[in-house]
């Protein structure tokens, strides 16, 4: 469903598809990979073993020839006029270095929307936004492939790597945008929360307030306030976490 919706209901299709397999896959997949590479402009990027999201992005960046760029995760559903949009977006902004958009979540069924995550549009409500909360839904960006690698590309960073990747780029002066509209139906359920809560993933917070703190991205007030906000609240229960989620969705 993900890639026929990045291909056969697209509007303005992609004149090519890279595909990292970060590691080995299962027999479907491969198969259903095999299937999808019959119909589209498909470019497969194998992986020997899993490395982590960040290291497979900024592989799989290397083998994209164009230099407007839009991210897609597997389980996702884009909408049929994302990629008509956002390009056009572009190109009436040609300033602008990356555009995202809003998200609907859903856990089983696409057609069962449960949250929706809206997001500042304009840079100027971006900026101050980014030293809270991710300026993007990640899943929905399109960015200027040159303006990524200029901030370093993707990096190792778990969980984090498209945040880490997007104070990069604003430090180095890329300008930022959302389409105010739904343009990605992502599925959200509990496992994926459970991934974020706990010892592990307060630590990788910790990490990241520190680097931000370190780059002068943050100040110390700022800092501080994310600790409190963003770090400490991966060690509650977990019920109390998905509360949380569900308020600031």
């Known amino acids: 469903m993900a890639l026929e919706s990045i291909w056969d209901k697209q509007a303005l299709k992609p004149t090519e598809i890279v595909l990292v397999k970060d590691g080995p896959l299962t027999e479907e997949l491969d198969q259903i990979i095999g299937q999808f590479k019959k119909i589209s402009p498909l470019k497969i990027i194998s992986l020997e073993q899993n490395h982590g999201l960040g290291y497979a992005l900024s592989y799989g960046l290397n083998y994209c020839t164009n230099e407007l760029v839009a991210r897609m995760d597997s389980d996702d559903l884009s909408k049929h006029d994302r990629f008509e949009k956002q390009i056009r977006f572009l190109h009436e902004h040609p300033d602008c270095d990356i555009v995202g958009s809003n998200i609907e979540e859903f856990n089983h069924r696409p057609e069962e929307i449960h949250s929706h995550r809206r997001l500042p549009s304009s840079f100027s409500k971006l900026i101050p936004f980014s030293k809270l ?62 991934r974020r809560h706990g010892d592990y993933i307060f630590k990788q917070e910790m990490k990241l307030q520190k680097e931000m703190l370190h780059r002068n991205f943050l100040n110390r007030w700022e800092y501080s306030r994310n600790l409190l906000l963003r770090a400490y609240p991966r060690l509650l229960p977990f019920w109390v976490l998905k509360l949380i989620y569900k308020v600031l969705h």
């Open 133 to 194: 909360r991710s300026p993007f839904n990640h899943m929905t960006v399109v960015f200027k492939k040159a303006a990524v690698l200029e901030a370093g590309s993707y990096q190792p960073f778990h969980v984090y790597e498209d945040y880490y990747l997007w104070v990069r780029m604003i430090q180095n002066g890329a300008k930022i945008a959302n389409i105010p509209e739904y343009l990605v139906t992502a599925r959200l359920d509990d496992s994926q929360l459970i």
